[in-house]
Structure formats: C-alpha cells, structure tokens
C-alpha cells in the first residue's frame, strides 16, 4: 500500500509516504506560511505519487465532529490566516482517496499505539512539549475526542512555591503551557533551554510542572503508559525526575506496579522519536482506507 502522510505543524509541514507495516519511504518539509502558499506545496508533493490515502494530524484547534458544517475546518487558531481554513476540504477536492483527519498530537499517540512504545497497549496518552504542549489520548482501542478534542496543555497547574514567573499562555498565563513550555523556559531564564546546563535549577522546576500534569492524567485516563515528546524532551535528564516528581505526587495512593515499581518503563520517550507525528498520520490515513 501507498499512504500519504502530513503532519502540519505551526512551524513545520512533514509530508511523507509509508506503507502498511509503517515503514516512511519518502518525506518532505517546509515552512508553514500562508494556508495557499503551504497547501499548494502539500498538492503538489502528494500528485502523482498514487496514493490510496492520505492522513492528517494538524495543529489545532480544528473541528473534528463529522456532523459539523464545518468538519475538517481548524478553528480557533491564532496562526495568521488559518483560523477558519477548510484544511481537510482542499484536500479533498484535490484526492479522490479516503482521509484520516485529528490533531497532531492524537496522531501522535496513535503512531505510538500501533508501532510505536504503546504497541499491543489499548491505552496511552502522548504529551508533546515544544513551543506549547499538546496532549494525545488513545483509549480503550481509539482516539478520544469528545466535544472538540483534548487540550490538556491548557490544564491548571499548582505553582512552585519557588517559582513567581506569571506564565505566558494569552489565554490562562500560568497554565501547564504557560509554565512548562520552550518558550516559558526562554522567558524565564532568558536563554533557550537547550542551552542550560542539565543541573540547572530549570530542570527541577520542568519536572515539577510535568510531574504534576502527568500525575493528573494517571488520576483522571489511567492511561497503559504515558509517552514524552517534543523539543523540551530532547532533555533526556527529565524523565528520571518527572518519574520521581510523579511518585512523590501520588504518594502511593494509585498501587498499580506500573506506578509503584514500574515507572521507568511506564513514563517514556516516544518509540517512534521524531516520527512519531507523521508514523501518526500515516496510521490515521492506513485506518481510514480499512473503514475503521
């Protein structure tokens, strides 16, 4: 099988080409701009190259209730001139061929599900941490959406009593976005995170937001396993302190071994590393070709 794949990021488009057992054959990048000039790219790359599907995970928020008039359309977003795109419809009338559609972050979790550090799980949750946070849920064999879909970088968080940095989120300042992401990193010590040391007292701060918000979701999804991505997430000295910020949250209330004995294994980096967004949309446009 020939299925097309497109990430789109709010930085990034990653188009690429995969077959069936999840193998990327081919791949393409480039600048998200304006919605004509990057569309026009994402046509061309696809022409010609006979695929049986295409699948998206986009940045959000987009409408995915297929009921909706405007279906497939992304919404609230403030990249300039996307708000409102009919993404999925442009598509369309460009490829005669089933779509998948959902979040990047959705995509994510399900790349993880089907190939990647989830496999053989019926549940798992994929947190992206770059220039904002992103959560991906995969329950009970699907993707949840619900009323829109899952925002979960936007939960409220429980500030460090170390910590008097107001957050920048526009929406709700001092949420996990607003206090956990690259940029509140920047802002915060006024250089890139990959530029601090791995002791710097950033890290333990990092671990505390996301121990928080990875204890919250353990309480709330009980999720088979929880999986770390994005850029922030290169900082590999994270994980073993949000393993230990998430043992000292839950304070041996939840006794699954998974948590009381099994967090290394439990808590991890994507399987699929950087591809586990386009894996992701791959896997969306293989499961919309089967009709599931």
Known sequence: MRIGAIEAGGTKFVCGIGNEEGVIEDRVSFPTESPESTMANVIAYCEGKGVEAIGIGTFGPIDIDKASPTYGHVTTTPKPGWSGFDFLGTMKRNFDVPFGWDTDVNAAAFGEATWGAAKGLDSCVYYTVGTGVGVGVYSEGKLVHGLVHPEGGHVLTRRHADDDYEGFCPYHGDCLEGMAAGPALEKRWKVKGSELAVDHPAWALEAYYLGQAVSNVILMLSPKKVILGGGV?????????????????????????????????????????????????????????QGK
């Open 233 to 289: 997430m290169h900082q590999l000295q994270l994980f073993p302190m949000i393993r230990e910020e998430v043992r000292k949250q839950l304070n041996g209330y939840v006794s699954a071994k998974e948590i009381v004995s099994g967090l290394d294994s439990f808590i991890v980096p994507p399987g699929l590393g950087d591809n586990a967004g386009l894996s992701g949309s791959l896997a969306l446009g293989l499961a919309a070709l």
